[in-house]
């Protein structure tokens, strides 16, 4: 039986993978994809980091590119591979996780025709579980191209024709600015115009060092400041807003409102030429194939610092599930090392 099943290959998993070797413990990580970093292969080509490298290196292993480059994701999909080979890290993929339950045995991880028995689990799913896409957009016609982001990969998808984004984030206006970049494109936008927002570098210096400096990333949900910036909406960081939405082809139309065949109804106008649809409207949490698990209003488990409600369940890379950067690529190895140092405390309380 192993002491740990690791569900998820990306980096929440692998700082998680690498504080048990060290400790000596007998475990595997597990993951869906083929291949070790699919989750950052599988979106869009164009992406880039809006963290510069010394900010993203996970426990051990530094990530092999110069100071103040903003990686590519082929380029953190590699760096994973190198860090799974450099530690020699168990890993099974082609397994999607199907169910975990506890008995008074161990727990069992089952997956497709078969199961794993381990004395401990720890979940690294990630934030980024089912597409969300608003329910008008079954009314479209079918003549009409729909995506979710986490399907775009680039503007050769798109058919002729207008184009519509939708969502105010991160992706969202990355996205807008690739899609409008073709300027016999009309593109419109369907998302917050008075987002907040951050430029890479400020005064010399990168914004992540800022962060660090005046401890932004080190606010946990607990703290009264905290709890403000959680609830408040997050800026996009690096991308030129205004200049996107200045360009003459773009069209802000406030939310989406509705829909019927060829018809799109926003807050500001009715338009009947888009062809093409992306919707970087966020992803929904799904923990419901974990037996006896308690979720909080957001849908994500209930747990202080990635222990759970259940003994021996444990969580890693949840967002905000201690600061801003615990979902983050070089924010997670902090909750890694904790979560380690608890896991340590217990081994020792059982001896």
Known sequence: MLDYVIIGGAQAGLSMAYHLKIMGKKFIVVDGEKEIGASWLNRWDSLRLFT?????????????????????????????KTYVEKFNIPVQ??????SVRKTEKCFHVAYKGDEIEAKNVIVATGPFHIPY?????????????QMHSNYYKGVHQLQEGDALVVGGGDSGYQILNEVSKDSSRTVYFSGDTKVKTLPQQFL???????????????????????????????????TDVKEILSRNN??????TKDALNNDIFFENNKVSTIKNIIWATGYRPNFKWIEGLELDGNSYPKNYRGVSNIDGLYFIGLPWMFTRGSATLGGVSKDASYLAGVIENKDQELK
């Open 52 to 80: 510069p490298t010394e900010y993203n290196h996970l426990p051990g292993l530094k990530f092999d590119a110069p100071k103040g480059h903003y990686p590519t994701k082929y380029e953190v999909s590699n760096y994973f």
């Open 204 to 238: 010399g210096k990168t914004l992540w060092w800022w962060f660090t400096k005046i401890g932004f990333l080190s606010y946990n949900k607990y703290s009264w400041i905290g709890r403000r910036i959680s609830s408040s909406l997050q800026p996009v960081i690096g």
């Open 250 to 255: 773009v069209k802000p139309e406030g939310r």
């Open 93 to 98: 993929l082609n397994t999607l996780v199907t």
């Open 133 to 145: 896409t608003p329910p008008c957009h079954t009314k479209m016609s079918e003549s009409v191209l």
